[in-house]
T-cell receptor, first 115, second 111 residues
């Protein structure tokens, strides 16, 4: 079974530039998550999709971050403009249904460095 | 909303000894409690989980206990080995609501 795919693995940009991350979840998984993990901290949920709809985006900085999940499969997370504090690993995860029904499968992550 | 507190933040044990990590949660409606292991530079991976209708679950050297009355759950690792060195995260969830994560415990296994 293929895992969660993410790209790019690494990205270095200057502040005020924009960046986009892509995620392809495990086939058949209804729920997709984007997490931000700053070095030395736990994952922080940015947005949770179930199929096409947004379940939770309460911690997404909507003035600069946006995310979409087209056709309930792939998803993109965009940051524009980036700030220094956005430097982190952006983890995409998917699960079969709801978070309390079983395992979240994580991708390798996209490491963002903002200079 | 739900809050999950995890301690200790760092735990150093001698190889072969046991390690215990504890988490407390605030929302009594939470019904699912997973533990994830994250090795340096790697993705988090589920190692064990427990649901609110069970008090204890064991998988080889790893066990999790849940006390619903006190609203806390613990991860127990016996006969620790070097490959157990990692950061461990607890989490809590209810229904379709997001997983609330603890801050993590860095487990160091001393040879």
């Amino acid at each position: 079974e293929a895992g969660v795919a993410q790209s790019p693995r690494y990205k270095i940009i200057e502040k005020r530039q924009s960046v986009a991350f892509w995620c392809n979840p495990i086939s058949g998984h209804a729920t997709l998550y984007w997490y931000q993990q700053i070095l030395g901290q736990g994952p922080k949920l940015l947005i949770q999709f179930q199929n096409n709809g947004v379940v939770d985006d309460s911690q997404l900085p909507k003035d600069r971050f946006s995310a979409e999940r087209l056709k309930g499969v792939d998803s993109t997370l965009k940051i524009q403009p980036a700030k220094l504090e956005d430097s982190a690993v952006y983890l995409c995860a998917s699960s079969l249904i709801a978070p309390n029904t079983g395992e979240l499968f994580f991708g390798e992550g996209s490491r963002l460095t903002v200079l | 909303g739900e809050n999950v507190e995890q301690h200790p933040s760092t735990l150093s044990v001698q190889e072969g000894d046991s390690a215990v990590i504890k988490c407390t949660y605030s929302d009594s409606a939470s019904n699912y409690f997973p533990w994830y292991k994250q090795e340096l530079g790697k993705r988090p991976q589920l190692i064990i989980d427990i649901r609110s209708n069970v008090g204890e679950k064991k998988d080889q050297r790893i066990a999790v206990t849940l006390n619903k009355t006190a609203k806390h759950f613990s991860l127990h690792i016996t006969e620790t080995q070097p490959e157990d060195s990692a950061v461990y995260f607890c989490a809590a969830s209810k229904g379709n609501y997001q997983l609330i994560w603890g801050a993590g415990t860095k487990l160091i296994i001393k040879p």
